[in-house]
């Protein structure tokens, strides 16, 4: 029984590491692994070590379709596995999984060897073109010559950071087979903005409320976000992004509530004693108290109020606006970044179309996916390298077994 497996990424090493016997990977870059290295920041958090039912909350699409592969190797079956295979872990804040070494290429390193150890091969520097069906099998066509697998696994990730090799090819063999391809679109990517915000760049925010209101839809997210040249990013952000990408964005609000945990009242009560403390200041001054410098001016253009007004002359009309600005700083959507800047692709290999316990085609018989060409994308966390893992082990079983 011959397997081939399409991509050396993260699912498709998993599957190789699971399923044995004649098994050979197609990469086409000089090296497999191109986008784990730079996982995490080069420190590749791989998983998430929480319960399952912490997880799921954190699939933001394919929540039900992981339920079977996630269940039959969770994160600490993985670690389990790492360790198994000599690589240490450890577990940092929110349950954030990494290599003992703080090196991703310990966990590329780790995979290789336990997919080499069950005798899979590895063709580097090889790219598929396409695929067609070969008697029961497959013929592949790559660009050093012709292929022949009994069966295939296509690991051929999304369209984010194409100088990995995730190009999104794998799209194009699933749809030479009559596979329905969710369009994709980016999770967790920035967000441009039409205001100009260039002069916010680098600056961070931290304890604040982002909404995203598009579609007559709102959604919020309470944390970090930063300041880009042309919009925003930041741990919520991304989240909003991947959250509300399905939603019409352009020309969609973001509104900043600079300070959640204080109510309408006791904002006002508070614009009121500092105003009251530094009657002879500008407000521009005075609002330094409550903010960070270089959004004042944001805030007082939104609310009309003039920044040379002294704490004693703001009327109560101006104070409100203040108030009402702190609590709903908002900003124009111009969209969601590139997909090409997306840590990971949502849409995908339509999961109608794919048994999720074996990853199996309900198309093409002996034809699997794995990773994130399927239509799964999750949060931030180690999230989306854990489903990568756990679709690519049981595409790995599933077409080692049969
Ligand atoms: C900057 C960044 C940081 C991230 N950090 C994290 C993190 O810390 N934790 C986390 O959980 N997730 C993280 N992710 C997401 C994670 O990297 C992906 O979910 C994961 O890599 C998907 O694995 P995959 O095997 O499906 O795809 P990939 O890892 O992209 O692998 C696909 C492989 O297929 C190969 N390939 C493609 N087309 C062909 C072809 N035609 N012929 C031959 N080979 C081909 C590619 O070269 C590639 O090696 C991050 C993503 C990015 C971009």
Do not use: W
């Amino acid at each position: 029984m011959k397997v081939g497996i399409i991509g050396g990424g993260a699912a498709g090493l998993a599957a190789a590491a699971f399923c044995g016997g004649d098994t050979a990977i197609v990469e086409r870059n000089e090296k497999v692994g191109k986008k784990l290295y730079i996982t995490g920041k080069g420190r590749c958090n791989l998983t998430n070590n929480c319960a399952l039912y912490e997880f799921f909350p954190n699939i933001v699409r394919g929540e039900k379709f992981m339920i079977s592969s996630l269940t039959a190797f969770p994160p600490q079956a993985l670690m389990e596995f790492m360790g198994e295979n000599g690589l240490r872990l450890k577990t940092e804040r929110g349950g954030r999984v990494f290599p003992a070494s703080d090196k991703s290429s310990d966990v590329i390193k780790t995979l290789l060897r336990a997919a080499e150890d069950r005798g899979a091969k590895i063709l580097l520097d090889t790219r598929v073109l396409g695929v067609t069906k070969d008697g029961g099998g497959f013929a592949v066509h790559t660009d050093k010559g012709d292929l022949r697998f009994d069966r295939l696994i296509v690991a051929t990730g999304g369209l984010g950071y194409p100088s990995t090799g995730s190009t999104g090819d794998g799209y194009e063999i699933a749809r030479s087979f009559g596979h329905n391809i969710v369009p994709a679109v980016p999770g967790l990517a920035p967000l441009l903005l039409k205001d100009d915000v260039s002069p916010l760049r680098g600056l961070s925010l931290r304890n604040v409320r982002a909404t995203v209101t598009a579609g007559g839809k709102s959604v919020s997210e309470f944390g970090e976000m930063l300041f880009t040249d042309d919009g925003v990013s930041g741990p919520i952000i991304l989240t909003l992004v991947s959250r509300t990408n399905r939603l019409p964005l352009a020309g969609a609000k973001l509104s900043v509530d600079l300070k959640p945990a204080l109510s309408p009242d006791t904002l006002d009560d508070r614009l009121t004693s500092d105003l009251g403390e530094m009657r002879n200041k500008d407000i521009a001054n005075i609002l330094t108290m409550l903010m960070p410098k270089a959004l004042i001016p944001y805030v007082l253009e939104r609310s009309g109020v003039p920044p040379h007004v002294k704490g004693n002359s703001v009327t109560r009309a101006q104070r409100y606006a203040v108030g009402f600005c702190v609590k709903n700083l908002t900003f124009t959507i111009e969209r969601a970044d590139d997909v090409k800047k997306a840590i990971i692709t949502s849409g995908g290999v339509d999961l109608k179309e794919v048994d999720p316990r074996t990853m199996e085609s309900k198309l093409v018989p002996g034809l699997y996916f794995a990773g994130e060409v399927l239509d799964v994308d999750a949060l931030t966390g180690g999230y989306n390298l854990q489903c990568a893992f756990a679709t690519g082990r049981s595409a790995g079983i599933a077409a080692g077994s049969k």
